[in-house]
């Protein structure tokens, strides 16, 4: 059985005060008694009273991002081993807004994925086509090579680690979803691709989560889809009864 999995990313979003807060009341208001496992990926310098907080509940910690490095002259950055020390083993990689904004490559990307593993933390690999891509019917390409460029390279063992996040760039943020067919045309899609390279137990055990304008208003209709395992959600996840609303979707 595959995981369900919601994560909320909180990007640069709440400082320490709005965290404890927002974590209180997801504390109050998620539900605990179902089969999904929960994930919150507040900001760098909040994480650490983030792990503390959650210690005794059922929400677990991401990194929204890391650098691939162990350590050394790389100012502003964080090393897995820091996010470790303070309790944090998930780390989102590859999200839209770090390739578009800040110059990740599918390679540097693909490197952050091998640190991840070789210090034994889960990944969040998130990818996805930009709208100009869909409009030009290149969209299974582009996630393909995304796909290839950043994870195929590993080992199957290391698959263990591996959570899948398609985020079509046009739907984050945006308002615009996917709908749920085009989630789940792209989601078997994802899920055959990885078959071809790595057989059916690692293609029917990874976990695919869909991300972009999720909403507790179409959750349940996304979630519902085979190949759907759960979803990455930005916005709805900043306020505790929609999050709640979509972790009970599941
Ligand atoms: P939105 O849910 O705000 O569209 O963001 C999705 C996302 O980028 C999650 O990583």
Redesign the pocket.
């Known amino acids: 059985m595959r995981t369900k999995i919601v994560a909320g990313?909180w990007?640069m979003h709440k400082n320490a005060e709005e965290t404890e807060d927002l974590l209180n009341e997801l504390i109050n208001k998620l539900p605990n008694d179902k089969e999904v496992q929960i994930i919150v990926a507040p900001t760098f310098i909040n994480l650490a009273s983030a792990v503390e907080h959650l210690e005794f509940t059922n929400i677990g910690v991401a990194a929204q991002n890391m650098h691939q490095a162990e350590n050394g002259a790389y100012t502003g950055e964080i090393s897995a081993d820091m996010l470790q020390s303070v309790g944090v083993n998930t780390v989102?990689l590859g999200?839209?807004?770090r390739r578009a904004y800040f110059g990740e490559t599918d390679a540097i990307i693909s490197f952050k994925v091998d640190t991840a593993i070789k210090h034994n933390m889960s990944v969040i690999f998130?990818f996805g086509e930009e709208l100009k891509d869909r409009q030009d019917k290149q969209h299974f390409n582009i996630v393909e090579n995304q796909l290839r460029d950043g994870l195929f390279h590993l080992d199957k063992t290391s698959w263990e680690n591996i959570v899948l996040?398609y985020?079509p760039v046009w739907?984050?943020?945006?308002g615009e979803t996917a709908s749920p067919e085009q989630a789940q045309e792209m989601h078997e899609f994802i899920r055959e691709t990885v078959r071809k390279s790595y057989g059916n137990d690692i293609a029917d055990n990874v976990s695919i989560l869909y991300?972009?304008?999720?909403k507790p208003d179409n959750a349940k209709e996304i979630f519902g889809k085979p190949d759907v395992d759960g979803g990455?959600?930005?916005?709805?996840?900043l306020k505790a009864d929609d999050f709640a609303a979509i972790i009970n979707a599941i």
């Open positions: 990313n990007k989102i999200h839209s807004e998130c996040a985020e739907a984050i943020g945006t991300g972009g304008s999720v990455l959600i930005g916005g709805a996840a």
